[in-house]
Nanobody
């Protein structure tokens, strides 16, 4: 079992920055790929970024590449998403996710490959 709790969401102006955190617990975190997804009102949940817990291999959605950075602190069992140059279209609920598949597969298959989800944190970017 893996438990995921997100924090750090809020309201920010376009062009601003925000950092999301995800506190993870579970005995076998090292076997998981950890990622971030988002879901805007009326839209499907979409992949944002993923990282392998031990190796640090990362993949990003094209829409956030160069603006968002995913990272993890193994000692703190915490996953991060640093978001910069935020745009109104980044507004969504952001979900932390854990998957037993590879980071590459998570990036390719999206939400279908996720084993555990957090409850989400809302990010609102005003224009």
């Amino acid at each position: 079992q893996v438990q995921l709790v997100e924090s750090g969401g809020g309201l920010v102006q376009a062009g601003g920055s925000l950092r999301l955190s995800c506190a993870a617990s579970g005995r076998t975190l090292s076997t998981y790929a950890m990622g971030w997804f988002r879901q805007a009102p009326g839209k499907e949940r979409e992949f944002v970024a993923v990282i392998s817990w031990t190796g640090g291999v990362t993949y990003y959605a094209d829409s956030v590449k160069g603006r968002f950075t995913i990272s993890r602190d193994i000692a703190k069992n915490t996953l991060y998403l640093q978001m910069t140059s935020l745009k109104p279209e980044d507004t969504a609920d952001y979900y932390c996710a854990a998957s037993l598949t590879s980071p590459q597969r998570v990036a390719g298959t999206g939400a279908r490959g996720i084993d555990y989800w957090g409850k989400g944190t809302l990010v609102t970017v005003s224009s």
